[in-house]
């Protein structure tokens, strides 16, 4: 009696019809979740390094800090938001195959290399703020602990980060394991 009326049910059902616009916006890369996440993120974050850079000067103090120390961060923040750029590009254009399992394969390679750079950079930015607001002061033990501390979030920071990227790509793993099933 029930199957008879599931049966019922699910013939009186609408079937949710789409047209063909309505399908290629839904399945176009550019309009899924996590992309639209990481643009913003990337803009937001390019967004505020500028205006870091804008501002570090005058509100930082920067014409007291060595030249090695001004050009070490404009380099680093510079590479920070350019590696991101190219990274947001490649990830927002993952489909490079002939099929779907040679899609997989290029995007984790090119996942795999995205992943050093990003962490090398942030490692870099991370150590160039540092040095930058360390270069020009009279060092005792607090400041030294202080350092230290800042040292062992970076490198926590930039562990979390490679950790993260290493999720992404085994799950990429997993997928193409599932080909060969």
Known sequence: ?????????????????????ELLIMTKV??????????????????????????????????????????LLIGATSLY?????????????PINGDNLKQSLLNFQSKLKQITIAIVLTSFLFGCAVISFF????????GKYASIA???????LLVYLSSRNWSKRISKIKTNLKEFDV
């Not at 850079?53 to 030249?67: E, H, Q």
């Not at 938001?81 to 254009?93: D, K, S």
């Not at 360390?134 to 033990?141: L, V």
């Open 1 to 21: 009696m029930e199957l008879d009326k599931l049966k019922s049910t699910w013939d009186q059902s609408s079937t949710g019809e789409k047209n063909q616009n």
């Open 30 to 71: 550019e309009n899924h979740p996590t992309i639209k996440k990481m643009k913003l993120k990337f803009f937001i974050e390019a967004l505020l390094l500028i205006v870091f850079m804008a501002v570090y000067y005058d509100g930082f103090d920067g014409g007291t800090k060595p030249l090695w120390a001004n050009l």
């Open 81 to 93: 938001i350019f590696v991101r750029f190219i990274g947001w590009i490649i990830l927002r254009n």
């Open 134 to 141: 360390s270069s020009s002061i009279y060092f005792t033990k």
């Open 149 to 155: 501390c800042m040292l062992l979030s970076l490198f």
